[in-house]
């Protein structure tokens, strides 16, 4: 069965969208099968994964709300391993469309369930909101990765999104934990983005991931290309930087073996 991990920050602009891109990229490259799945109405991780939006007929929409098997939706992208349920601005309207309908916050959870099996990851790309898609990724998920910006703003709204986990894993989803805080945008040059790193471990300790990921041109250069920072410059520090998020999640699940003087958590 999947691990199901939701990207979630309801704070725009902190790599949230680079963050499930690169990460189920990460992942596929390690070889193990996983599905990017496009919770975000803008769409960002179809077209960032090579897609054009014209060509979509079928997508998380249809899914949700039309009750499309998931099955049918399913891209392949060029990544090896990696697959993409794509979306659409339709996602929009699926919000009202949905909130009559009973138990609608398990519509997505019950929609991967059928092909969860064929993946050993599922990475849900979030809208950067607290609205009821993303409530239904959270309720999907077995954890949620929350990319913070090294920025002086980096705590705003990080309690706001910290409540509504506790709220849904009290009323809807009990199995879900976070996965860790992740430090995005990091300039080891500026004071600031150093002071923030500090704080950020010292208010959360072990929920921090050891990875943190550097500003990186050839990261940002990727999404126009239609490609994951791997494909796009496999020695850039962000390809590096993703890789070894990718290494420290699957370390903290146990999915792998690695020696200790193996794990860099860090690209120099």
Same mark, same amino acid.
């Given at each position: 069965m999947a691990k199901v991990?939701?990207?979630? !920050?309801?704070?725009?602009?902190?790599?949230?969208?680079?963050?499930?891109?690169? $990460?189920?990229? @990460?992942?596929? &490259?390690?070889?193990?099968?996983?599905? $990017?799945?496009?919770?975000?109405?803008?769409? %960002?991780?179809?077209?960032?994964?090579? =897609?054009?939006?014209? %060509?979509?007929?079928? @997508?998380?929409?249809?899914?949700?709300? !039309?009750?499309?098997?998931? @099955?049918?939706?399913?891209?392949?992208?060029?990544?090896?391993?990696?697959?993409?349920?794509p979306s659409h601005l339709d996602l929009v309207g699926a919000e009202i469309e949905l909130i009559n309908q009973p138990n609608r916050e398990h519509v997505m959870r019950k929609a991967l369930e059928a092909d969860a099996s064929h993946f050993d990851f599922i990475i849900i790309d979030c809208s950067p #909101? $607290?609205?009821?898609?993303?409530?239904?990724?959270?309720?999907?998920?077995?954890s949620v990765v929350i990319p913070v910006q090294c920025e002086y703003f980096a705590l705003e709204g990080l309690g706001k999104l910290l409540n509504t986990v506790k709220i849904v894993q009290t009323r809807i989803n009990s199995k879900l934990k976070i996965e860790g805080i992740l430090m995005t945008?990091?300039?080891?040059?500026?004071?600031? #983005? %150093?002071? &923030? &790193?500090?704080?950020?471990?010292?208010? =959360?300790?072990?929920?921090?991931?050891?990875?943190?990921?550097?500003?990186?041109?050839? $990261?940002?250069?990727?999404? @126009? =290309?239609?490609?994951?920072?791997l494909l796009y410059d496999a020695e850039s520090t962000g390809a590096v930087n993703y890789l070894n998020l990718a290494k420290e999640i699957l370390q903290k699940n146990n999915m792998t073996k690695i020696k200790n003087e193996d794990k860099i958590f860090e690209a120099e």
């Open positions: 991990i939701a990207i979630a !920050n309801q704070k725009g602009g902190v790599g949230k969208t680079t963050t499930a891109i690169n $990460l189920a990229a @990460s992942l596929a &490259v390690l070889e193990y099968k996983t599905l $990017l799945v496009d919770a975000d109405p803008q769409a %960002n991780s179809t077209t960032g994964t090579g =897609f054009d939006l014209k %060509n979509i007929q079928l @997508s998380l929409y249809d899914c949700m709300v !039309n009750e499309t098997p998931v @099955s049918q939706i399913i891209l392949e992208t060029e990544t090896p391993n990696l697959y993409l349920i #909101s $607290l609205g009821l898609i993303t409530v239904n990724a959270l309720t999907a998920a077995d945008m990091y300039d080891g040059r500026l004071r600031l #983005s %150093n002071q &923030v &790193v500090e704080e950020i471990k010292n208010h =959360f300790g072990d929920l921090v991931f050891n990875t943190i990921l550097h500003r990186n041109t050839r $990261l940002g250069e990727a999404p @126009s =290309f239609g490609m994951p920072a």
